[in-house]
Structures are given as structure tokens and as C-alpha cells.
């Protein structure tokens, strides 16, 4: 008779027999038997908590106390011979907690603030991205339902549900972590699992100057056109930084103005007071009740916006955003997958034929050049860093064509061992819309955009409002005149000169 079945074997109110607490006593942690115990303590307190009617009505770090209780219970009373140090008894029951309470194996992922990405393919593949490479991890799953429960207990949260009928889902976690999910007959290997996290800090423009993604000189530019309501376009790759520089520019909206966001999964994290936060709702298990991002950027016509913050332009309402822009809505943000700037013009003009609404090509080409003033191209390098490769102003159409003109570029000088070297630059272009900001009256030095203007940034240290000081290449010091040895002819010369 094997120790799981010993173990399933024993009665719920009655202590193990001596040979199978003998038995379990030579369990090593994590060993399986060892994932034997914890299941069989787990299954004793799910048994627990369906017993007990007054569960809902305490909070979680009430539940957590009390499950801890439990399993110490447990152990002193019918797996008191069990050989656990404290650390060894911490553990077990931490697990069992976020078996209960939290997302299971995700939890200590989920609190490693250096991690990224988490990328679950079945449940004994887990990987994850710190610094931008991908690294496995030791850790799984039981096995594909355990992975799949995880996932209900995931997008149950936010009201959605994920089964055969809805094999996929897009959800949220309480920080503001997109996640993913898709589960069989989609997914042919399991139920798999993407989360995408952001950084507790990745929300300021000081991380961004400190991590080197923009410079000092790019930022104080952007920051004035946010405040004097140009409309911006973000454009990027999947993982290029596109929300998190979003949500660094959100914050020079002044604090006087009505936000509205609209998203498909609310990720923003705007630190403004008077926001309203809208998310779109999928159909309901008939296939009905389904609310687009084109039906909340309608409605939001009606609630008096100052600006409409849309998460992300996906489809058809990309054409109701520039009409927002082109009447009266200035200062509007969103973002939008593109390898370029000019990419990101073709998306526009694709995503506005979404509508349905049969317009000519030079009209819907008229309506982005009237509605959109600066788009900024993010990317991820192959080193994983994320850099602001462009700015770039669109100055308006010259024979059918959308005329734009880069303010600031990325210039890549080498490939070091790890890292991407390279700078931010000025083409030299003045922009236009500096005189916008004028009439703001929020000043700009004109030398930003001197071509020989050399960018600087923050230093990668506690002193976040540290300018990085500009070292001269060693290459160009002058050598130092060498030291003349004084002579008593001198001395004598000194003394008459005194005389």
C-alpha cells in the first residue's frame, strides 16, 4: 500500500496509524511524498471551510490566520511525529495559503519585482523574463487542472470566465498585471498562461531618464506637448514599453481636467484625481451583451471628457478617437502596434476601414493629419532594454501623402558583451508645435533640437534629480606641460627681478 494511498485512506477526525505516521515521518521536503502531505492537508481544509458557514464573513488576512491555524492543528495533532523545522512547517503552510488564497506556484513569481513576464505553456513549463531574457524555472504545476483552476480563480476576479465554450480570455490581476489565457481544445498542450507585469516605479518619467529608455532633454519636450494638449500616438512592439511610457506622460495632465480611459483591461495607473476608467465587456455564454471599445469611446462623447485616454487602438474604434481629436478633445493619448512611424500611419488608416464606413482613402488620410500632431516609436533591444527610437510630428499632407518630420531619433553606435550602445540625438528639425506650447506659455529650450546638442540623463543611482555629468573622451585632453626643474641660475634671476 503505497503512502498516498495510506494517506487517502485516513479518516478526517481519526490521527494516522503509527506505521504511517513512521512513514510519512521520513518525507524530505519537496519530495513527493512531501506534495502527498500537503494535498491531503489541503483537502482536510477545503473540507473545513465548506463546514463552516461564517467563512465569507471574514477578510482575507482574517482567512489567512485562521487556515494557518488549522494546519498547525493538523500537524500537532495527527502529524505530530512529522520531522519539520520551523522554516520546513513555514513553508508547508505558506503553500498551502496560496493554494487557498492566492494563484498557487505563481505566487512567489508574482512577488519578485525584478520578473517581467511570466510565461506558463502546460503545467511543467513555466518560464519567465528578467532584463529581457526568457530563463525556466524549477517550478510546476500538479498537473493541467491545477493549471486550469489557477485560471478560473484569475479571471473569476474580474467577472470573466474562461471554458470550453470561451477558450480564451484576456483579464487582470489586483497591480495592474495583463494576463492571458488560453485553455484546450485551443491550446493543443495544456492550458497556457501569459502574464505581463509592470514595474511598481515604471510609471514615472524619472525611471525612464534613469533606466536610459529617454533622455532628459526628449522628456522635458514631451512632457510640455502633453500639457499643451497635443495629440500623441504611441507606437511599438508587443513588450516595447508602449503602456508604461503612457502612463509616464499621463502624469503632466493638468490636474483640473476630465480624464476618460477606455481599455480592453484596465492596466493604466494615472495618478490624477478626476478620472473616469472605462472596460470593455465581452459577450456572455449567449454570445450577447458585448460592449466594444468603439461603443465606450461613443459614449464617452457624452460624459463632458477633457481628454480620452485610449489603452490601446485595436479596430473600429480608431475612427471615433480622430473625430474626439478633431473636435474639441485635444490631447488625447493612445497606443497602437507598428514597427515605425510611418507604420503606424498605414495601422490608422487599416483600422479606420474597420468602421465599416466606406471613406475615401484621402479623406481618412485627412483626418489623421488634422487629428494627430507627434508619434512616439517605442522599441525593445536586442540586449532587452526599451529605448524611445523616435519622435516624430506630423506636419500635415502634401500630394496625398501624410508629410512627417523625426525631432528626435536613436542612433545605435555598437553592440557591446550585454548591452546596446548607442545614444539619443537632435535631427536639428525645430517642430512645429513648439509654438503651441508658447502660447501655453511653457517655455522650451530652443537648443533641445540643436543638432550638436549632446542628450543627457539621470544616473543610475538613490539621487533620481541628478544629472549624469558629461565626461570628456580622454582621447581629446591636451597633455599636460611637462614640470621645468628650478635651477640656482633661476633663484638668482628671481631675486633680481624682486629687487
Known sequence: MSLKDRLNSTSNNQAPKKQEADAIANIAPLSEEFAFLKEKLHSLLIEKVNSTPSWSNYNDDEQKELIRQFIEGQLNANFRSVPLNK???????KEIIQEAKGFGPLDPLLEDPTISDILVNGAKNIYVEKNGKLYKTSIVFKDNNHLKNII?????????????????????????????????????????????RFKADAGTMESLLKWGSISKEMAEVLEAAVAARCNIVISGGTGAGKTTLLNSLSAKIPPGERIITIEDSAELSLQQEHIVRLETRPANIEGEGAITARDLVINSLRMRPDRIIIGECRG??????????????????????????RDALS???????YSGIDLPERNIKNQIASAINIIIQ????????????????????????????????????????KTVMGMHVSTGVRPKFIERIKTRGIEVN??????????????????????????????????????????????????????
Open 87 to 93: 522554516s520546513e512547517k513555514d513553508k508547508l503552510i
Open 152 to 196: 478560473e480563480r484569475i479571471v473569476s476576479k474580474i467577472g470573466r470566465r474562461i471554458d470550453e465554450k470561451s477558450p480564451m480570455v484576456d483579464a487582470r490581476l489586483a497591480d495592474g498585471s495583463r494576463v492571458n489565457a488560453i485553455i484546450p481544445p485551443l491550446a493543443l498542450d495544456g492550458p497556457s498562461l501569459s502574464i505581463r
Open 378 to 417: 517605442v522599441s525593445r533591444l536586442q540586449d532587452g532594454s526599451r529605448k524611445v527610437t523616435k519622435v516624430s510630428e506630423i506636419v500635415g499632407m502634401e500630394e496625398g501623402t501624410i508629410t512627417m518630420q523625426d525631432i528626435f531619433v536613436w542612433e545605435q553606435t555598437g553592440t557591446g558583451a
Open 316 to 341: 473600429a474604434e480608431t475612427l471615433d478617437m480622430l473625430q474626439a481629436m478633431n473636435t474639441g478633445h485635444d490631447g488625447s493619448l493612445t497606443t497602437l502596434h507598428a514597427n515605425s512611424p
Open 347 to 353: 495601422r490608422l488608416e487599416t483600422m479606420v476601414m
Open 446 to 499: 530652443n537648443q533641445y533640437f540643436d543638432k550638436n546638442h549632446r542628450h543627457t540623463y539621470l544616473t543610475r543611482t538613490t539621487q533620481v534629480n541628478t544629472i549624469q555629468k558629461e565626461e570628456p573622451d580622454p582621447r581629446l585632453r591636451m597633455p599636460s606641460a611637462p614640470q621645468k626643474k628650478i635651477t640656482h641660475a633661476d633663484l638668482d634671476i628671481l631675486k633680481r627681478l624682486k629687487r
